[in-house]
């Protein structure tokens, strides 16, 4: 099991930036693409950005230009840089793995728990 560990949520007000953080750790694992989605209130949850292992990125359409997402792969861990934070970036940010186990041919997926993400005007 792959169990991941989010860091850097908070309070920023707009036009601000936070950096969220999230590593995977566990037993032997081969990590894919990693990712991270959000959920603002009353919404349903929606995609921010995809990276592959390869290094290969994917934006959500309301965050593009301003989020980048990058991964290193040593140390198991994805990034999310987020600039000029609108109040409508506001919700539960959650990250999530693709990998695989062992001699397992199948695939999985991990979440984080989710962090707060809150931009005020």
């Known amino acids: 099991q792959v169990q991941l560990v989010e860091s850097g949520g908070g309070l920023v007000q707009a036009g601000g930036s936070l950096r969220l953080s999230c590593a995977a750790s566990?037993?032997?694992?081969?990590?894919?693409?990693m990712g991270w989605y959000r959920q603002a209130p009353g919404k349903s949850r929606e995609l921010v950005a995809t990276?592959?292992?390869?290094?290969?990125?994917d934006y959500g359409d309301s965050v593009k230009g301003r989020f980048t997402i990058s991964r290193d792969n040593a140390k198991n861990t994805v990034y999310l840089q987020m600039n000029s934070l609108k109040p409508e970036d506001t919700g539960v940010y959650y990250c999530?793995?693709?990998?695989?186990?062992?001699?397992?041919?199948?695939?999985?997926?991990?979440w984080g728990q989710g962090t707060q993400v809150t931009v005020s005007s």
């Open positions: 999530n793995a693709n990998y695989k186990r062992g001699i397992s041919s199948s695939r999985f997926t991990s």
């Open positions: 566990g037993n032997a694992f081969s990590i894919g693409a």
């Open positions: 990276i592959t292992s390869a290094g290969s990125t």
